[in-house]
């Protein structure tokens, strides 16, 4: 009888091949990261683009802001540098180890030094723009009493 729980004991010790589970755009949450998403690119717009800035290394910094989703929801995603080439409008990227960043109150998706921005084969579904998680401002503010 021992050596059967054994063989059940070891059979479980293997190590199982982790597979990234994959966060839809409408579960993202202000403050929240370690998120792999697959989005396609709705558009991309460059909003900074220095070629003489001041300290060497802002010099080379291009910042785009990308409308990114999937089927559940799109947000604005802040493509830095190299990873401007990659998201340009039609592709289906995954995205490793995202995080949210608050601008201006609303919700920007980022990949740091710390994750990986990686081209994949076109999705079959179609962004819903509708539902534009970057549109939803989340500042708590006291609005004053007119």
């Known amino acids: 009888m021992a050596t059967t729980a054994q063989q059940h004991g070891h059979e479980g010790a ?15 949450k202000p403050g929240t990261s370690g998120h792999t998403l697959v989005v396609k690119v709705v558009s991309s717009d460059t909003v ?21 989703g999937d089927d559940t929801a799109s947000i604005v995603f802040t ?24 601008f201006r109150g609303c919700m920007r998706l980022a990949v740091d030094k710390w994750g990986r921005v990686e081209v994949t084969e076109p999705a079959d579904f179609a962004v819903n723009e509708e539902n534009n998680l970057s549109m939803v401002e989340y500042e708590l503010v006291n609005v004053s009493q007119e």
């Open 14 to 28: 293997k190590p199982a091949k982790r597979k990234p589970v994959f966060t839809k755009v409408d579960q993202l």
């Open 48 to 68: 900074l683009q220095k070629g003489h800035a001041a300290s060497a290394h802002l010099r080379h910094t291009r910042i785009a802001e990308c409308l990114v």
């Open 79 to 102: 493509a830095r540098n190299e990873q401007v080439d990659l998201l340009r409008p039609g592709a289906t990227v995954i995205l490793r180890n995202a995080k949210i960043d608050m």
